[in-house]
């Protein structure tokens, strides 16, 4: 069975910068790997995902956020710097998809997510 547990979120002013990780354990595809987001009222959106080896980023992530993946710990990191109050929202990572893609009805298996709040 496949588990995703996330930690790192957390309130932060703008300007501010947090750090989430993803620890997966059981047997998955660690070839497609990524990190989601979703705001209240907003549909869950893909920012970050993994694709063998290679970090892919939404444009609302490129410039500010750093995927980062540790095999050896089956660790997925999300730094995320110049933390803007539309940053707001659950972060979720996921995996289990079978083709690189930021579509979140792709991904088989998810976390219980981790809130970020960024004050103005």
């Known amino acids: 069975q496949v588990q995703l547990v996330e930690s790192g979120g957390g309130s932060v002013q703008a300007g501010g910068s947090l750090r989430l990780s993803c620890v997966a354990s059981g047997v998955y595809n660690r070839n497609f790997i990524g990190w989601f987001r979703q705001a209240p009222g907003k549909e869950r959106e893909g920012l970050a995902i993994i694709c063998t080896g290679t970090p892919y980023y939404r444009d609302s992530a490129k410039g500010r956020f750093t995927i980062s993946q540790d095999r050896t710990k089956d660790t997925v990191y999300l730094q995320m710097d110049s933390l803007e109050p539309e940053d707001t929202a659950v972060y979720y990572c996921?995996?289990?998809?079978?083709?690189?893609?930021?579509?979140?009805?792709?991904?088989?298996?998810w976390g219980q997510g981790t809130q970020a709040t960024v004050s103005s």
């Open positions: 996921a995996t289990g998809a079978t083709s690189c893609t930021f579509g979140a009805s792709s991904y088989t298996y």
